[in-house]
């Protein structure tokens, strides 16, 4: 089972900041939480990782809460382009190299 | 500089029969791993790959197997066809354990 929650589905005005939760509450100190998202037929497509500090990049922002239980993947500028599924991942222990998926969150951004 | 490439893009299959799906990871990845995404479930690991060995497998029947060659491409092979097999096959490659996973397009496997 994944060890990630994220809401099914949400919406999202072009231009506006789109703001994805991500619970994974059972993360420990060594574990690195991935963001991916999928675009309907495509491979999943990496955005941004992180450990314990926020991170940022050309195509997002990346803020873990100070005991890392839930992170926040910010899209600044939400495109039309930027709806798809956005997978949060955690990597388990050490010598784990798998990612185990969950469902994701749907995102349409809206004209 | 190439992404992960995956070949073929789509095969149509019968039950019973076997199939190859392959894999050339992004210049200077030496691990592939493999996915199976069925429609609308996120994907799930099948195994990876790491010098020409599997390295860890998931909850994937022996029917499915695979080969990483010296120049760390890869294949998946699976046998015994089933129609639950049908889904989306997704090849990953990454450089060392703690660096992102960069995924191919996938292999679209039909079986009828």
């Known amino acids: 089972d994944a060890k990630t929650t994220q809401p099914p589905s949400m919406d999202c ?18 574990e690195y939480v991935y963001w991916y998202r999928q675009i309907h037929s495509q491979g999943p497509q ?12 050309e195509m997002a922002s990346l803020i873990i809460t100070e005991d890392r239980k839930s ?16 997978y949060c991942i ?19 951004v809206l004209a | 500089d190439a992404g992960v490439t995956q070949s073929p893009t789509h095969l149509i299959k019968t039950r019973g029969q076997q199939v190859t799906l392959r894999c050339s990871p992004k210049s200077g990845h030496d691990t592939v791993s493999w996915y199976q995404q069925a429609l609308g479930q996120g994907p799930q690991f099948i195994f990876q790959y790491y010098e020409e060995e599997e390295r860890q497998r998931g909850n994937f029947p022996d029917r499915f197997s695979g080969h990483q ?9 699976v ?10 096959y997704l090849c990953a490659s990454s450089l060392k354990d703690y660096q992102p996973q960069h995924f191919g397009d996938g292999t679209r496997l039909s079986i009828l």
Not at chain 1, 90 to 108: A, D, E, M, N, Q
Not at chain 2, 69 to 77: D, G, I, K, R, V
């Open chain 1, 13 to 30: 005005a072009e231009g506006r900041a789109a703001n994805l939760p991500c619970n994974h509450s059972t993360i420990s100190g060594n």
């Open chain 2, 79 to 88: 046998n015994a066809l089933l129609l639950g097999d049908s889904a989306l």
């Open chain 1, 90 to 108: 955690v990597r388990y222990t050490s010598g784990t190299y798998k990612y185990i998926f969950g469902t994701g969150t749907r995102l349409k």
């Open chain 2, 69 to 77: 060659f010296p120049n760390y491409s890869s294949e998946l092979n």
């Open chain 1, 46 to 57: 990496y955005i941004i990782h992180g450990l314990k500090n926020n991170e940022t990049n």
């Open chain 1, 71 to 86: 992170s926040t993947l910010i899209l600044p500028h939400a495109t039309l382009r930027d709806t798809a599924v956005y």
